[in-house]
């Protein structure tokens, strides 16, 4: 029988409400028992003293670039670092290279996922064609292989009639739509905020106003239509108070935002460093607070990395021509931490954030302890400290703003339906 036997940690169960220390027994797979000063019976014993021991975390948005671009990252490797990161499960985006429009796509990434990750992977579907915004997919069909989610996400669907149309046949498989809010027209060539910032810096700015009209539009055809609306990366103040008024009026309507929006102004861009251009750009301090307070008070779902990787020789560029994006996994844990130090959140509530609601969103299993579960565990030390450096992390990329940073707090083991995949002194130990 296969056990482990995880020791002295500070159980934090979102599902359950529990925030305890305890140890926890996994067996053949699943969670098995709690309890204080467990017998050891043979398992493998993983010391968990002043550490938390959580759902997995679930990361409803990635980047994983096969099939296609894999010199930029793989479904191994994207997989191995998520993995590092303390994720069990994540979506990865369809702006793949062919695009994830076709059942057969979809297969192909599940089938490789099985293989290659460690981690458990579910495929957002395009919502139209090529991500062109012209055509819709066939839902119905790339849900039966597997899509999770329907989302363009890298660009915005510019026709309202087409998103109207999306809105209303997702209702029928029932998956959300996850929408990328930025209008083309009112971005034009924007690469970083439109303000101060951009002024001093000589380059085009993309306005708050591109997100918060689109999440605007897109809550009123959510409304009409009742489909699942989900929004990711938010960025703004003006985007988290439309949905704080939608979900007021009790719209399905969700959102999430990511570590880099949390805690990175666009200030970061002042020395040009092409690692901090990112879609939707970093924004004003005021915007950054706001979605602070939106995660915190329950505005805002999930906390989502959109894990964007981008090869060294494309971010070593010009900013204006140096492509969106920066890596996240392996640094999502410390940097949210941040919202703990400053008593912003209970760490049970952030939890919550990167696991229990992730894991609702998409419709699938997770973010919970219970016994019987599929046993998907994180180990945090949520005081340990390191000084990050993307060339021994797991990604095949190295585009992290974070790079060369000291950071506190690290995941120090990973499990994957009662499988150890991760461990901080190890490594990545599977497949
Ligand atoms: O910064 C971003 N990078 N934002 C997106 O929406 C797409 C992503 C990518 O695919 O690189
Ligand atoms: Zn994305």
Redesign the pocket.
Same mark, same amino acid.
């Given at each position: 029988m296969n056990r482990i036997l995880i020791r002295g940690g500070r159980l934090i169960d979102p599902a359950s409400g529990c925030d305890e220390t305890r140890d926890l027994l996994i067996q053949d797979g699943r969670i098995a028992e709690f309890g204080e000063d467990l017998e050891t019976r043979g398992a493998e014993v993983i010391d968990a003293t002043h550490c938390w021991v959580s759902p997995g975390l679930v990361d409803l948005h990635c980047?994983l670039r096969e099939p296609g671009q894999e010199h930029k990252e793989d479904i191994a490797s994207g997989g191995r670092s998520a993995a590092a990161g303390g994720f069990t499960a994540i979506a990865c985006?369809a702006?793949t290279d062919p695009v994830n429009d076709e059942p057969a796509t979809t297969d192909f990434i599940i089938d490789r996922a099985r293989h290659d990750s460690p981690v458990r992977i579910y495929p957002v579907a395009a919502a139209t064609r090529g991500l062109k915004g012209e055509v819709m997919t066939e839902m119905s069909a790339l849900v039966e292989a597997g899509a999770v989610a329907f989302s363009d996400?890298?660009r915005t669907i510019m026709d309202s009639g087409l998103m109207r149309r999306v809105l209303e046949y997702s209702r029928l498989v029932d998956v959300p739509v996850v929408v =990328?809010c930025e209008d083309r027209t009112l971005v034009n060539d924007g690469v970083v905020n439109e303000g101060p910032v951009s002024t001093k810096l000589g380059l085009p700015g993309n306005p708050a106003v591109a997100e918060s009209v689109h999440v605007s539009r897109d809550v009123m055809l959510a409304e009409i239509t009742g489909a699942r609306l989900h929004v990711a990366h938010v960025s703004t103040a003006g985007a988290v108070e439309t949905i704080r008024q939608a979900r007021d009026r009790g719209l399905n309507v969700t959102g999430e935002v990511t570590p880099h929006h949390l805690t990175l102004t666009d200030e970061e861009a002042l020395g040009f460093d092409t690692n901090t251009k990112?879609?939707p750009p970093l924004r004003s301090a005021e915007d950054v607070r706001a979605c602070r307070e939106a995660l915190c008070d329950g505005t805002l779902d999930a906390i989502a990395t959109?894990h964007?990787p981008?090869a060294v020789h494309e971010k070593d560029q010009e900013y204006t021509i140096a492509? =969106?994006?920066m890596i996240g996994f392996e640094t999502a844990v410390p940097v949210v931490l941040d919202l703990v130090r400053t008593g912003e959140i209970t760490p049970i509530e952030l939890v919550r954030r990167m696991s229990t609601h992730p894991a609702r969103i998409l419709g699938q299993q997770g973010g919970s302890l219970a016994v019987g579960e599929p046993a998907d565990v994180v180990i945090i030390d949520p005081e340990r400290n390191w000084t990050y450096d993307p060339a021994k992390g797991y990604s095949k990329s190295r585009n992290s703003p974070w790079a060369g940073r000291q950071l506190v707090g690290r995941t120090v083991a990973t499990i994957v339906g009662g499988r150890l995949v991760y461990h901080v002194d190890r490594g990545v130990l599977v497949p």
């Open positions: 980047h985006m702006n996400d890298g =990328h990112v879609a959109d964007a981008h492509p =969106h994006g």
